[in-house]
Nanobody
């Protein structure tokens, strides 16, 4: 069974850093674009970052540009979200997802596999 499992969340002070990992099992996602989304309490889930199947192309929501990076290790079926200069508004549950397409996409409707999420809490 295909599965995405996020890890690396936690409590961090504003200005700090975290690295989230997303480990895939059950099948390889090396031919799929991957993405990270987040959902804060009382808010809708929003796009955070995406990476193409081979890692050549990435895109980010404006609020995290310059602070977050996304990378992937296809040999180990893992995707990472590196978060720096964290702010209190980054507090959310972060979800990893696999797209049905090889090209990166910011649209959640194209993501067909989702992880269970990992909590990131940034204290000010």
């Amino acid at each position: 069974q295909e599965q995405l499992v996020e890890s690396g969340g936690g409590l961090v002070q504003a200005g700090g850093s975290l690295r989230l990992s997303c480990a895939a099992s059950g099948r390889t996602f090396s031919n799929n674009a991957m993405g990270w989304f987040r959902q804060a309490p009382g808010k809708e889930r929003e796009f955070v970052a995406t990476i193409s199947w081979n890692g050549d192309l990435t895109d980010f929501t404006n609020s995290v540009k310059g602070r977050f990076t996304i990378s992937r290790d296809n040999a180990n079926n893992t995707v990472y979200l590196h978060m720096n200069s964290l702010k209190s508004e980054d507090t959310a549950v972060y979800y990893c997802a696999a797209s049905r397409w090889a090209s990166m996409t910011t649209q959640s409707q194209w993501y067909v596999y989702w992880g269970q999420g990992t909590q990131v809490t940034v204290s000010s």
